[in-house]
């Protein structure tokens, strides 16, 4: 196989499954994110990269998103699977609302979100979207998964339940072209 790119690399989910990825002996790359939102900044990682998973964000993934899939039109990569961590409340599932730390406009928050998604979408390659709800350091209960248009409860995950779910769609073929909620209780 070929590279895993991984964005977001200081994102504690991020962290846990390039843990997960290289104890198992993948090739994991990761980039200078300076200038997420030129797509010149992208050329340079992603020579033979084959799957790329995204844990950008808050704010901005949509625009990042553009230079990103622009980068990878002009560079002509074959890419065989994209992985987005999203979040809870883009399909307007939730049961109950949810706290997004560091948002401040909910409403743009979540627009930005859907807009990124559909980038993904469109671009017609195995995709997976994690929309995990409010985010804590510690596992606390059984991961439940709910499939886009489900009604989900809002509450907790754990960011390593996350990260594990996110290697599962790679290693194991899960979740192909699907919007997955995620939650623990």
């Known amino acids: 196989m070929g ?7 200081n994102n504690l989910m991020a962290k846990q499954l390039i843990n997960l990825l290289e104890q198992n002996n993948f090739d994991v790359i990761t980039m200078n994110e300076n200038k997420l939102s030129d797509k010149n900044s992208y050329v340079e990682y992603l020579s033979d990269v084959e799957v790329i998973y995204s844990f950008l964000g808050p704010m901005d993934v949509d625009l990042y998103f553009e230079a990103l899939f622009e980068s990878i039109n002009d560079c002509r990569l074959n890419l065989r699977k994209f ?3 999203s979040t809870a409340g883009v399909d ?9 730390p560091k948002v401040k406009d909910v409403k743009e928050y979540l627009n930005e979100q859907r807009y990124a998604i559909k980038i993904v979408d469109e671009y017609e390659i195995p995709y997976t979207i994690l929309r995990p709800v409010e985010l804590v350091e510690n596992t606390f209960g059984k991961t439940y998964l709910y499939e886009e248009g489900q009604l989900m ?3 907790k995950v754990s960011t390593a339940a996350v990260a594990k779910v996110a290697y599962d769609a790679l290693q194991h073929h899960k979740y192909n072209n699907a919007s997955i909620g995620i939650v623990e209780k």
């Open 3 to 9: 590279k895993i790119l991984i964005l977001g690399k």
């Open 83 to 85: 992985i987005m961590c």
């Open 92 to 100: 307007k599932e939730l049961e109950n609302p949810i706290d997004y």
């Open 153 to 155: 409860p809002a509450g």
